[in-house]
């Protein structure tokens, strides 16, 4: 069984972006670059393909597919057009959503009278609006927090990075972490319930 689970972008933070010159690398041939990249982005492509594939075993294969294509297409990365991790999942989505495409359906096969039993899993107008209002202010109240503060709670929830993690990246102690996720946390929840 592949191991999904590894792949954190080794730097906390900085000018330049790890993923971007590991892809730049690849494009080159560098194979230890490739197997880095895989590392350090795997599971999250694999998310990419999970939400769109209902089989593990079908999001499994694509992920094989994407980084065959990676591999070969690499060179053709623009970082002035999209950012590495951007392009990659570009390429997953497009991939699972190929499979998709080939792979038989039940609904598309479904008698038409049974059309107004087949839910649509797709927001309303309305539950549209009132995402986009949350989104809305909960970027105005993370843009109200420190820097410190609104990188660390972003890598941690975003990128599913741990305390641990955070810590050897921003070569801070582990409590120092851990107080000032709490504190953030606490100042977010203050201006959400404004």
Known sequence: ??????????EFSGGSDPTSEL????GRGDASAFERLYRETSSRLFGVCLRLLPERSEAEDVLQEVYATVWRKAGQFDASRAS???WLAMIARNKAIDRLRAAPSSLKRAPIELIDEIADSAPSPSAQVESADENERLRLCMEELDARRRQLIRTAFFDGATYEELAQRSG????SIKSWIRRGLIQLRACLER
């Open 84 to 86: 590495a991790i951007t």
């Open 172 to 175: 801070s102690p582990l409590g």
């Open 23 to 26: 892809l730049t690398a690849v």
């Open 1 to 10: 069984m592949t191991d999904y689970t590894a792949a954190r972008p080794t």
